[in-house]
């Protein structure tokens, strides 16, 4: 039982079945095949909008593409303080920039806040030549602490950015989570509330690497192709890449596969508020559950084969436990039998961390 | 009938058998999975060394990353005038190592010579802080003009390499091609005749989307995992490209499969060589073909839905015929036939270009 | 009278006259000069050690390419969130570093504390493939807030540092007034208390522009050649900087000046104090004086001809007053008798900001 | 006597009396003193159209911050093969450029023409996406073989650049000797021909360190002075650079100085035409000569005091000498007075090399 993370998840059929077809005969290269040649169409209508897509192969690669694309050298790109943009690229954004600076913000529960980010913009910015100027701004949705932005936070976020004319990036590696936690469109969660570029991900939503990089609104691509090349990331086979999205988005399935890892992260968080031993230490509103276990308690889980991730935090005993596409009812009900099992036989310490 | 390139070609049935296995259940990420453990151990076997092995999505990662691994960015790196690292891949290399130099020498059909490669490093490098210093050379096999070095002739280039202590790189988008052209082993091949990294690219032999940097001498890949997660290029669910890896050099299907469409542009040489009207014009040692044809056949073959690229080149008429792992006899065939029959129709001319 | 910056002051008449004996005749280029070849010699003896020093044009250069030296493209540098290496400097160590980190500590008065830095050093880096890697660690000396570290503050960050194999650097653009302010000898505030590299600022102390990485241990300097040409910061002409180096260091001229323009601080702080209307904010340790003053006081000096700079800050009519080493006592007097002035007609207001 | 190169040359007395001026009292730094403000409307004048000018410390930072100005990472830069810009600065213009490719175009004499620029940027450049895109074109005035284009061949070569949309940068390290060889203005020397960017240096000229980067026309500087300071080329002093670029350009001093430099280079080469043993290899048009001569005469010039560099080449023997600002006729006298004993005591052998 894996809840490390939704990476591990393994492909959804009907992407496996995309993938078989596509494989049959040649294509050209490079995105000149029927898939590629579909995917703008096709999400133009799932958007709502004309959008350009850019299909890339992992999430950093779509993060950072789309930052160089939207700064400059001597930029300032403005982002959570533990969003994966900052802290988890290695520094992919740093590097594609030239050097741009990424500035992390606080904000409660991995969510960038109005406030917070006028006043990190302020910081940083005396339009002055000593100082690197801000360039742009990210968020990620869903955040990397599950919690979810509502197209109305989104909304309030963008207000700061054309306040300050800076463009709005979404690093979306969960917005199909995202999309279905709010029940809202594309659109709505997108470029109606301000968001100019997105990485959109379905490789943790259920494919075997596709990313994408979706420019939400015209004039903002530009010489993006000679950056996606020089980057290595410019697929030759991109058949295969483009032929997993259409059928991602195909018959709203990345909703409805998003919806069900969701759902799995529910009922998990609601099993284990029942544990007393069992601290719930975020909101979960997509499919991650943020919890403090004492230790033997999550000795005991991996002991009986439950796999999860400890969580760096000044909260002890902090792990977090992912679900995905293809969690199933059996394995979260497994996993909350056992603990309740080891809690019951642990004597219970009067301050259980 | 697609005679562009070999990335033009679908995926062997085996490397889809592997990836459609590979695709159920759930496996840790970043490498840490079954398929991908595997792989440097079965990688050792097959050349005969212990090397270490690092899966990327496309040859222009593999060979950017691997000279970024080579050089510091005061460096020069030494290949073909025309070779992939030099002219096709937007700067990548220049991009990755922090603004190295890509020295491009001459050399007949695609290969760099001892002679060349000595005079153009003594001309570049004085060994004075106002030039750049020589820090690797770099090879194509086989080369983009689908000619193949012999182990001997790469070891009379590693020994050049050797007196000037810079390390050598092959760049083997099409390595098994050139196994298959010369009938050695990998191991001969590469470390053997003094290669040090080779970018190993499977995806124009029939795979997907895998390639992978290959390590042949201990103590060379430091830090290499920082940069291939910085560029963007550590996939999650890595287990996909190793599993394609581990299928195509099972029972050497790579050799054989290369091996097929290398078969493919001899026989399509042979028949080019009978009409009067085409010319081809380099050695035919791979999968690849190069011959000048007048304007009209080059039209006609078109209208007949051959698929080929014109090359730049100062031959007027120069075009290029690539095979692949699918590339059928009956397309050769029809290709040949279609050839003759416009060749029969159109009044030659004296000078056929 | 300009209290804007120490970078507002003219030459210290000892430099100037080094710089008109050095132009006379010719000299060899790129430090092949008499007065650069004694340059290191020189500064081993005030050092204590052999050193080995590069001259370069702006403290900007010294400390971006010490850092260049110090840190891989994927690492990360530490510094205080306020130092001029964090926010002053338009992103130069993260240009010439390829994109390493600059990650912002908190800390009282411009200082990095061994707690503050050892809490940041653990949550930035795990040494996992994600995460920059810690590569160095920046003081600044005297800080930008005019305060000054003693040599037993430095050792303790150098032993954080030990603790975590990173080098010590330490920005010294007003490292003459640290000097001067702690009485104790270069040796004892660098090398001895643990600092490996310093950027070295004379310009700030009289000279035209004259700065200098000073490698104070053996094996750090490495190819450091090359990337000063490279940046564009190998002065063909070096015999001026380094004729303006060897006079500054003569006879304690560079402490004698810097402890002039320390005291110059003392007295504007000590006069400062005795206005109600003022409050001097931070401990006056070097040639700083920062002190919150009302709207109409700070207008009026102005209006007075006293040249300063507000300062952003939380702290509401903050201001900054630098002495220099030709600030002469006679307009710290002018303007503390123009400020008593001002502030006996202005009508007191119940809070003075 | 030092032939090596123009930058062993002193101060100019003007320059000095600049310098010394400007030393006493406070001023504004990074730019807003009296001298920087005064530059760019003096240099307007002398330029006969409003430039924008920017100082820098040296000559590789002017031109590689111009071209970084001028191309983008995936942009190609053309210029001649044996240019400063492609040999002699360590890879800066690629450094800074975040990757661009610097292009090294043959051309007899250190000079670009029209026909070899037309086929290197055909070559270079399909506009595809795989291939970097060309940029700029950078010309070098007067050449390192000391040659100088006419305002004529400028204008051809500025002609090219037109047709395919790439801004003219020139290399005006030497501006002034091409200048006072040509006998023509800096206007018609310049954008009159078609030059967009020049890199103007002084020091060769005899400034301490002063060079500028100016540009010739509208719109071309957006966001350079962030570039300018990113790159720690921003002088916080700058009044002193400024200084010396004013006293230089005063009263014709730039083009009177170098005109006597170029006298000397001429009757330099005029002696040296009458030794048998020597022989002049490239025109004499500014204040260069390179000459092959045996290596007796070689050896017997330096044993009598006589500096200068040999230069690699293919034709053996040969050296160059380099006259400067404050070359004396005494000096080239006695060279070629020396050159002449040592020549007729040394067995001259039939062919001397």
Chains 1, 2, 3, 4 share one sequence.
Not at 19 to 37: K, N
Not at 123 to 136: E, F, S
Not at 179 to 200: F, I, K
Not at 263 to 275: E, T
């Amino acid at each position: 039982m894996n809840f490390c993370s939704d990476n591990v998840s393994g492909v959804l059929p009907d992407l496996l079945s995309a993938l078989i077809d596509a494989a049959d005969g040649s294509a050209m290269p490079y995105g000149a095949d029927a898939w590629s040649e579909r995917l703008d169409r096709r999400l133009s209508e799932v958007f709502e909008t004309p959008v350009e897509v850019f299909p890339v192969g992992t999430g950093t690669a779509a993060n950072a593409l789309a930052l160089w694309q939207l700064t400059p050298p001597f930029g300032a790109v403005f982002c959570h303080e533990e969003s994966h943009v900052a802290v988890d690229e290695c520094g992919a954004p740093e590097m594609f920039t030239g050097g741009a600076k990424v500035v992390g913000v606080a904000g409660e529960h991995g969510k960038l806040d109005p406030t917070g980010l006028e006043a990190a913009i302020g910081r940083t910015g005396y339009r002055m030549v000593h100082r690197v100027r801000p360039a742009a701004v990210s968020v990620t949705q869903a955040t990397e602490f599950g919690t979810v932005y509502t197209p109305a936070e989104i909304a309030d976020l963008a207000a700061v950015c054309r306040r300050h004319g800076l463009p709005l990036h979404m690093d979306g590696a969960r917005f199909a989570n995202a999309l279905a936690a709010q029940g809202c469109t594309p659109a709505e969660m997108t470029w109606r509330a301000g968001v100019d570029v997105l990485s959109l991900g379905a490789t943790k939503g259920g494919a075997i690497a596709a990313e994408a990089v979706v420019f939400l609104r015209p004039g903002l691509s530009n010489d993006f192709a000679e950056r996606r090349k020089r980057a290595g990331h410019l697929a030759s086979k991109m058949r295969f890449a483009s032929a997993q999205l259409l059928a991602w988005v195909n018959n709203d399935l990345w909703i409805r596969a998003a919806g069900h890892a969701n759902a799995m992260a529910r009922a998990l968080a609601d099993g284990m508020a029942g544990i007393p031993e069992v601290r719930v230490m975020a909101p979960v509103e997509s499919n991650m559950v943020f919890a403090a276990l004492p230790p033997d308690l999550r000795d005991g889980l991996r002991a009986n084969g439950v796999l999860f991730y400890d969580w760096p935090s000044e909260t002890p005993g902090l792990a977090r436990f992912v679900t995905h596409v293809q969690t199933t009812a059996t394995e979260v009900t497994a996993l909350l039998e056992t603990a309740r099992r080891l809690a019951a036989v642990t004597p219970r310490p009067s301050n259980p961390l």
